[in-house]
């Protein structure tokens, strides 16, 4: 009698449960899916709750009551991924007396108005390269619907050597400074590599990122010589592999470089001072370049201002940024492949979208672009059954932008229709 009475609830629950789901309907007058290059004339998808169920040709009339809308004019093409941002801050001249003056409360407090930003300019997941740990925490109150943004993978802290790119005690007086190791992200052996993989970790990284060389906006003299030796790079890469983590080195110059391709490296980020040698390790070994133009822009403009930056700074960043949009088109034209990031955080967040147009302005399609925004950067992450593309069964993290970017990439920079895991966040009309 007690298994009747459950089936009998079940089978009266089943109508309730088929009413509950949401359906949405799109009708897009041009589809990028980012499976390939074409470009797809007339489709409606058919998206139910959170996920893709079908993509069809033409446009289907929706049964009674389930929404329609009207993309006929745009480009629909999947959520925009951008593989490296600091979702904890944005860069000014006050960034640096910041880090005495801001309790976390307050830079996450902050750090949620550039969520928002991000997710209303189309992007609907982001790689965060490294902060205090305040975005582990905002990748959480995302998940959970707290907080209005993209999906974020996070490496919490980046991995560095002491006085190296991403030592958090740069710059302090010696009484102010510390000796900071593993657990704050800082190792000087293949030992205390380990243990700081472990801790970021422990402290809840999606991923690990090191600071292969020296870079532009720490305050430290070198800006592109290695600073982890061989031995040390091999340690984080195989700590992060035992973890099932992927990895992203910062690098400008090419010996750093180097030494974390030949440790596996998954992503190179800005890649500056390439070299053919790295190239070629880098296509060999699958490697992925993460070119950040717009932060190169940012930096090479502030740094001509007066006062916007520590004057330790300044030469770095006119010589680095100078350089990272003439490098791209070096290793994109040599076949080193590609993935969209932007560095916002040092350029301004919400703004991720310039990064297309530098890219085709650097001689890569504008097709590829979106690609790399898009399927690329899900593989990478290794969600590429998730979201990246337009497909059934995946996550329905589309965007639709007027116009064809294909014919004029700056309609990317204004996105009017922004839907992440089937809900509607954003949609404009003319």
Same mark, same amino acid.
Do not use: W
């Given at each position: 009698?007690?298994?009747?009475?459950?089936?009998?609830?079940? *089978?009266?629950?089943?109508?309730?449960?088929?009413?509950?789901? #949401?359906?949405?309907?799109?009708?897009? =007058?041009?589809?990028?899916?980012?499976?390939?290059?074409?470009?797809?004339?007339?489709?409606?998808?058919?998206?139910?709750?959170?996920?893709?169920?079908? *993509?069809?040709? =033409?446009?289907?009339?929706?049964?009674? =009551?389930?929404?329609?809308?009207?993309?006929?004019?745009?480009?629909?093409?999947?959520?925009?991924?951008?593989?490296?941002?600091?979702?904890?801050?944005?860069?000014?001249? &006050?960034?640096?007396?910041?880090?005495?003056?801001?309790?976390?409360?307050?830079?996450?407090? @902050?750090?949620?108005?550039?969520?928002?930003?991000?997710?209303?300019?189309?992007?609907?997941?982001?790689?965060?390269?490294?902060?205090?740990?305040?975005?582990?925490?905002?990748?959480?109150?995302?998940?959970?619907? !707290? $907080?209005?943004?993209?999906?974020?993978?996070?490496?919490?802290?980046?991995? %560095?050597?002491?006085?190296?790119?991403?030592?958090?005690?740069?710059?302090?007086?010696?009484?102010?400074?510390?000796?900071?190791?593993?657990?704050?992200?800082?190792?000087?052996?293949?030992?205390? %590599? !380990?243990?700081?993989? @472990?801790?970021?970790?422990?402290?809840?990284?999606?991923?690990?990122?090191?600071?292969?060389?020296?870079?532009?906006?720490?305050?430290?003299?070198?800006?592109?010589?290695?600073?982890?030796?061989?031995?040390?790079?091999?340690?984080?890469?195989?700590?992060? &592999?035992?973890?099932?983590?992927? #990895? %992203?080195?910062?690098?400008?110059? %090419?010996?750093?470089?180097?030494?974390?391709?030949?440790?596996?490296?998954?992503?190179?980020?800005?890649? #500056?001072?390439?070299?053919?040698?790295?190239?070629?390790?880098?296509?060999?070994?699958?490697?992925?370049?993460?070119?950040?133009?717009?932060?190169?822009?940012?930096?090479?403009?502030?740094?001509? /201002?007066?006062?916007?930056?520590?004057?330790?700074?300044?030469?770095?960043?006119?010589?680095?940024?100078?350089?990272? /949009?003439?490098?791209?088109?070096?290793?994109?034209?040599?076949?080193?492949?590609?993935?969209?990031?932007?560095?916002?955080?040092?350029?301004?967040?919400?703004?991720?979208?310039?990064?297309?147009?530098?890219? $085709?302005?650097?001689?890569?399609?504008?097709?590829?672009?979106?690609?790399?925004?898009?399927?690329?950067?899900?593989?990478?992450?290794?969600?590429?059954?998730?979201?990246?593309?337009?497909?059934?069964?995946?996550?329905?993290?589309?965007?639709?932008?007027?116009?064809?970017?294909?014919?004029?990439?700056?309609?990317?920079?204004?996105?009017?229709?922004?839907?992440?895991?089937?809900?509607?966040?954003?949609?404009?009309?003319?």
């Amino acid at each position: 009698m007690r298994m009747l009475i459950v089936i009998a609830v079940l *089978v009266c629950c089943r109508p309730a449960e088929v009413l509950s789901q #949401t359906t949405t309907y799109l009708h897009c =007058g041009r589809l990028i899916d980012a499976t390939s290059e074409e470009v797809q004339e007339e489709r409606t998808i058919i998206i139910v709750d959170d996920r893709i169920q079908e *993509v069809m040709r =033409g446009y289907v009339d929706p049964p009674t =009551g389930v929404e329609a809308i009207d993309l006929r004019a745009h480009t629909v093409m999947p959520g925009l991924i951008d593989m490296h941002v600091h979702v904890e801050s944005e860069q000014s001249p &006050n960034r640096y007396l910041e880090v005495f003056t801001l309790e976390p409360a307050d830079v996450a407090l @902050r750090a949620t108005q550039y969520l928002e930003r991000t997710l209303m300019a189309g992007f609907t997941t982001v790689r965060d390269l490294g902060g205090t740990g305040v975005n582990v925490s905002l990748r959480d109150a995302v998940n959970r619907g !707290y $907080v209005i943004g993209p999906r974020i993978f996070t490496a919490q802290k980046s991995v %560095a050597t002491t006085g190296g790119h991403a030592d958090p005690t740069n710059g302090r007086r010696i009484d102010l400074s510390g000796d900071p190791g593993p657990r704050e992200g800082v190792i000087n052996s293949a030992d205390e %590599a !380990y243990a700081a993989v @472990r801790n970021r970790y422990k402290f809840g990284a999606d991923c690990i990122k090191i600071t292969a060389t020296g870079g532009v906006l720490s305050v430290a003299g070198d800006g592109s010589g290695p600073q982890f030796r061989q031995e040390e790079v091999n340690a984080i890469v195989a700590a992060a &592999n035992d973890y099932g983590m992927h #990895t %992203a080195a910062h690098a400008h110059g %090419a010996e750093g470089m180097k030494r974390a391709v030949l440790a596996g490296i998954t992503t190179i980020e800005h890649g #500056t001072l390439m070299t053919r040698e790295v190239m070629d390790l880098m296509i060999a070994r699958g490697t992925y370049l993460v070119p950040t133009i717009s932060a190169g822009r940012f930096v090479a403009e502030k740094a001509r /201002q007066p006062g916007y930056f520590p004057a330790i700074i300044v030469p770095k960043a006119i010589y680095i940024g100078e350089q990272i /949009q003439d490098n791209f088109t070096r290793a994109y034209s040599y076949g080193v492949p590609i993935a969209f990031g932007t560095d916002s955080g040092v350029s301004a967040h919400g703004e991720n979208a310039q990064e297309f147009i530098y890219m $085709v302005e650097s001689g890569m399609p504008a097709i590829e672009t979106i690609i790399a925004a898009t399927a690329v950067p899900a593989r990478i992450l290794g969600r590429e059954t998730e979201f990246g593309t337009i497909q059934a069964g995946l996550l329905a993290d589309i965007v639709a932008v007027r116009g064809n970017p294909l014919e004029d990439i700056s309609v990317m920079t204004d996105v009017p229709f922004v839907m992440k895991e089937g809900e509607i966040v954003k949609h404009t009309t003319d």
